[in-house]
């Protein structure tokens, strides 16, 4: 099993700016993909960003390209997405997932997710 911890989410203000980490525990080893992901009540869950453990490589929603980063600390065991520039249109409930790819990330674990809340 594996446990994913968010934390950093919170209140900012438009053009502001949020890092999120996601503690990984347990079997870590089992997993080769990691991602966020954000949900609004009542919407679909939107792919953020993907880092991938084999060549460190990354994606991004378009939405969010040129303004988040995700990266993570093997050592610390902590993924990280670094938010800049945000919008009110980020605000959204954030979750870190954990997977092993198949073609490409197929996600088996979950956090339980940090509120973002990006006013005008």
């Known amino acids: 099993q594996v446990q994913l911890v968010e934390s950093g989410g919170g209140s900012v203000q438009a053009g502001g700016s949020l890092r999120l980490s996601c503690a990984v525990s347990?079997?870590?080893?089992?997993?080769?993909?990691m991602g966020w992901f954000r949900q609004a009540p009542g919407k679909e869950r939107e792919a953020v960003a993907s880092?991938?453990?084999?060549?460190?490589?990354?994606y991004y929603a378009d939405s969010v390209k040129g303004r988040f980063t995700i990266s993570r600390d093997n050592g610390k065991n902590t993924l990280y997405l670094q938010m800049n520039s945000l919008k009110p249109e980020d605000s959204d409930m954030y979750y870190c997932?954990?997977?092993?790819?198949?073609?490409?990330?197929?996600?088996?674990?979950w956090g339980q997710g940090t509120q973002v809340t990006v006013s005008s």
């Open positions: 997932a954990a997977g092993v790819t198949a073609g490409l990330c197929v996600y088996h674990y």
């Open positions: 347990g079997y870590t080893y089992s997993t080769n993909c």
């Open positions: 880092i991938y453990t084999a060549d460190n490589s990354s």
